[in-house]
């Protein structure tokens, strides 16, 4: 019984959250190394290539509220998440055809795209916050829990309960959608195959007659899509706040990094590898403890290794770790 008592708790506070979080770091790491597999940088734009799609997929949901239009029990986002992906994709061809196309053509260092990167991040980290503000902003509505506290606790007739958010379900089934259906294009149609023969060797791909330029725009157009759907996610799970999704990138450059840079399946190993590692070392497992120990026992402090406060500390000493240990990442990628 106090074993159960124990598992419960962990899922309660660790598994569940771990997951959902991992899917949503998942979604933006293969964004991140789309776009490095095609174009040979890292895109430090992509935190708020997040944040815009979601703030549009913000203001959509505030007008269908407006419009009393909703598709209750499920919150109304999901039928603004389309209008936030074609904004982000939107945002990410013009800055694309206007910005990094001209460095392209002159065959730029990978280190100067990286910092025009920083600059477009900048701007539209600056139209956000004019657009939307930099406050915390409320968009989720439906119902909050598919399983509650009570229900759980007294169906399995333990002391502690178990409850599962409508937006962890949300992450996960659209997670496993968006994966299954780019793994799918990436492998079985005409542009997917071109694409990762773009990603092995431009020049042999040029002279197979690959339009580059079409390549470029379809790695853009995902990268974006994914972005959309990453940041609406984690906004719906836990909160919208601009400056949240630059704090978030240094977890999904490690998730990316860690997996194996240019390698999806690594950014999808890596970035529920960094979730795992976040949620486990900032949990307090004093009552965890408590449960598995004699009966009237408990340990005298949190035993929390970190505080929630530094959780992004996680992040960066893997991603230090892994650049001094294993650069190629678990699945041999790229070295950066």
């Given amino acids: 019984m106090e074993f159960a008592n124990a598992f419960a708790l962990l899922a309660n506070f660790v598994i569940v959250p771990a997951i959902a979080y991992g899917a949503q770091l998942a979604l933006g790491a293969l964004g991140v190394t789309i776009i ?41 986002a ?13 945002v990410a061809v013009l ?4 910005v990094f196309r001209f460095y392209r053509r002159r065959r730029a260092n990978p280190i100067v795209f990286a910092i025009v990167s920083v600059g477009v991040m900048f701007v539209l980290a600056g139209v956000i916050r004019i657009v939307i503000g930099p406050d915390d902003q409320s ?28 937006t962890q379900v949300i992450t996960v089934m659209v997670t496993l959608v968006v994966v299954a259906l780019l793994f799918w294009f990436l ?3 005409r542009w997917g195959k071109a ?36 940041g609406t ?17 240094l977890p999904i450059f490690a998730a990316t990094i860690l997996g194996g840079i240019g390698q999806p399946v690594g950014a999808v190993l890596g970035g529920f590898i960094v979730a795992f590692s976040e949620v486990t070392v900032t949990y307090a497992f004093k009552r965890f403890l408590a449960y598995l120990g004699p009966e009237g026992w408990a340990p005298d402090g949190l035993v929390q290794l970190l ?18 240990v294993r650069p190629t990442g678990i699945i041999r990628g790229k070295v950066i």
């Fill in 95 to 98: 800055t694309d055809r206007y």
């Fill in 139 to 166: 968009f989720a509505d439906g119902a909050r829990f598919l399983v509650t506290y009570r229900d759980s606790k007294a169906a399995m007739g333990i002391d502690q309960g178990i409850a599962v958010k409508q």
């Fill in 307 to 324: 505080s929630t406060d530094y959780k992004f500390a996680v992040s960066f000493v893997i991603l230090v770790a892994v650049l001094l």
């Fill in 36 to 76: 490095f597999g095609i174009l040979r940088f890292a895109n430090f734009a992509h935190g708020e290539l997040m944040s815009f799609g979601t703030m549009v997929a913000i203001l959509a949901t505030w007008f269908l509220q407006a419009q009393g239009i909703g598709i209750a029990p499920l919150p109304t």
């Fill in 187 to 189: 492998r079985r149609t």
């Fill in 195 to 230: 694409m990762r023969a773009y990603s092995d060797d431009e020049d042999l791909a040029l002279l197979s007659g690959i339009d580059p330029e079409r390549v470029v725009l379809i790695a853009w157009t995902i990268a974006a899509a994914l972005a959309a759907i990453a």
């Fill in 78 to 90: 999901l039928l603004a998440l389309p209008v936030g992906v074609l904004g982000a994709v939107a």
């Fill in 233 to 249: 996610l984690y906004g719906l799970d836990k909160t919208y706040k601009p400056f949240i999704f630059l704090q978030i990138l």
